[in-house]
């Protein structure tokens, strides 16, 4: 594994969505990068959807 994340993705980033399949598949994408979780995923409802975040680093980034 590198320092630095490929394509020029930034260290820490905050994948954010609707809490459904395309969400999970988008976290396990970036999992499979390499890139870790960091902290608790947090969930809100906007009147339609639970909206999630879950923040994730590049290991060593911390």
Known sequence: MTDL???????????TGNDDATFCQRVSEALSLGY????????????EHVIVAQAILWPGSG
């Open 5 to 15: 994340p490929p394509d020029g993705l930034p260290r820490y980033r905050l994948l």
């Open 36 to 47: 870790q979780l960091y902290g608790s995923p947090a969930a809100t409802f906007n009147g």
